[in-house]
């Protein structure tokens, strides 16, 4: 599976948009590119994935390069309760886990 | 609402005095795993179920065993606690083939 290189650490304003980026450059053509975060020490939440289309949810936005080498999670208004580890993991389906690295500290500041 | 329950959330134990953490899904998920949290190592599966009677070993499977009786609960049990087991443990669900899972609250285990 693909391996994914994140910034360990990013500030934001709060209410600016924030975005995380995740470089996959060994992606393979049927991996996708998931998002997770975990807030403190709570258990992760899923956020949004894709394959090579951009997706929108009601939590964030994830933009794919067209060579799918990297990919941007975009939390359009960050508030204080975004602060969190933001974990970007590329998979196949039919994968029986996920692989979370060490993922991007967000801090969203007042 | 749709969640996965772990119990206890903190518990402290000895060496060697068996354990068990509930998990229990509301949600009809075939899917079912858990996972070890530790500093600068990040989460690692232990075990997962794909179904009732079907698990199967993760990335760091020692020391622990798992039971699928039912679909919505997936214990995890430790025979024989050992401090190296110190860690936070959280239980997931998911459809079968999907990577969207849900996640407990997670369970602070401290062995002494």
């Known amino acids: 599976d693909a391996k994914t290189t994140q910034p360990p650490s990013m500030d934001c304003a709060e209410g600016r948009a924030a975005n995380l980026p995740c470089n996959h450059s060994?992606?393979?053509?049927?991996?996708?590119v998931y998002w997770y975060r975990q807030i403190h020490s709570q258990g992760p939440q899923y956020i949004i994935h894709?394959?090579?289309n951009n997706e929108t949810n009601e939590m964030a936005s994830l933009i794919i390069t067209e060579d799918r080498k990297s990919s941007t999670l975009i939390l359009p208004h960050a508030t204080l309760r975004d602060t969190a580890v933001y974990y970007c993991?590329?998979?196949?389906?039919?994968?029986?886990?996920?692989?979370f690295g060490t993922g991007t500290r967000l801090t969203v500041i007042p | 609402e749709a969640q996965v329950t772990q119990n206890p959330r903190y518990l402290i134990t000895v060496t060697g005095k068996k354990l068990t953490v509930t998990c229990s899904q509301n949600?009809?998920?075939?899917?079912m795993s858990w996972y070890r949290q530790d500093p600068g190592l990040g989460l690692r599966q232990i075990y997962y179920?794909?179904?009732?009677?079907?698990?199967d070993k993760g990335d760091v499977p020692e020391g622990y065993k798992v039971s699928r009786k039912e679909k919505r609960n997936f214990p995890l049990i430790l025979e024989s606690p050992s401090p190296n087991q110190t860690s936070l443990y959280f239980c997931?669900?998911?459809?079968?083939?999907?990577?969207?899972?849900?996640f407990g609250q997670g369970t602070r285990l401290t062995v002494v």
């Open positions: 997931a669900s998911s459809l079968p083939g999907r990577l969207v899972a849900f």
């Open positions: 060994t992606i393979s053509g049927n991996e996708y």
């Open positions: 894709g394959l090579k």
């Open positions: 993991i590329v998979r196949s389906p039919g994968a029986n886990n996920l692989f």
């Open positions: 949600m009809n998920h075939e899917y």
């Open positions: 179920s794909m179904n009732v009677e079907v698990t």
